[in-house]
T-cell receptor, first 114, second 117 residues
Framework: DAGITQSPRHKVTETGTPVTLRCHQT?????MYWYRQDPGHGLRLIHY???????DKGEVSDGYSVSRSKTEDFLLTLESATSSQTSVYFC?????????????FGPGTRLTVT | AQKITQTQPGMFVQEKEAVTLDCTYD???????LFWYKQPSSGEMIFLIY??????QNATEGRYSLNFQKARKSANLVISASQLGDSAMYFC??????????????FGSGTRLSIRP
């Protein structure tokens, strides 16, 4: 199994509060991704990173920011959580040319915004 | 724009039977990759199999095979001799080649497979 951990695994927070989710990998992969999973939508890409301090937006990036100060860590921040951000969040890593290889996923974080 | 379609929201199959999960895709790029992932009720995403658009043969991994029909733009997953542990949600996905800084994967909406004993 790829060495990917996510913390916290579960979180309940109130509307308007900031929240940071952490993804940590021990594989030294260059590419890292944040997805959210909602019923009927599969997985949708929020942000991704192609190196330390190199990040870009995915298809559902509004309301989210990311940072990557070290190869092994990729942080996802909800600046001011809203109920629509209640979801399961997955981190993934990949390698290969431009990250073209298969992605390996972390265990997920279940976030509830009340 | 690239798109992945899984038309079977749910399927029931008898244990030990073979099962085919449908996936069609749409892309105008000649270079792409197709993936299947399994998500059991415990929630983790498990990579199963990969097919490249230029691969001449269908991919196989143990009991999993990918029935790749390029002209029809389909990439169906075949599971032989199904087991109770195969009960899960299955996602088809395609690598969006793009030409940005990193490859991205787009996912279908999934098929929930239930194996009956």
């Amino acid at each position: 199994d790829a060495g990917i951990t996510q913390s916290p695994r579960h979180k309940v927070t109130e509307t308007g509060t900031p929240v940071t989710l952490r993804c940590h990998q021990t594989e030294n992969h260059r590419y890292m991704y944040w997805y959210r999973q909602d019923p009927g939508h599969g997985l949708r890409l929020i942000h991704y990173s192609y190196g330390v301090k190199d990040t870009d937006k995915g298809e559902v990036s509004d309301g989210y920011s990311v940072s990557r100060s070290k190869t092994e860590d990729f942080l996802l921040t909800l600046e001011s959580a809203t109920s629509s951000q209640t979801s399961v969040y997955f981190c993934a890593i990949s390698e290969g040319l431009a990250g073209a290889n298969e992605q390996y996923f972390g265990p997920g974080t279940r976030l509830t915004v009340t | 724009a690239q798109k992945i379609t899984q038309t079977q929201p749910g399927m029931f199959v008898q244990e030990k039977e073979a099962v085919t999960l449908d996936c069609t895709y749409d892309t105008s790029d000649p270079s792409y990759g197709l993936f299947w992932y399994k998500q059991p009720s415990s929630g983790e995403m498990i990579f199963l199999i990969y097919q490249g658009s230029y691969d001449q043969q269908n991919a196989t991994e143990g009991r999993y095979s990918l029935n790749f029909q390029k002209a029809r733009k389909s990439a169906n997953l075949v599971i032989s001799a199904s087991q109770l542990g195969d009960s899960a949600m299955y996602f088809c996905a395609m690598r969006d080649p793009g030409y940005s800084s990193a490859s991205k994967i787009i996912f279908g909406s999934g098929t929930r497979l239930s194996i009956r004993p």
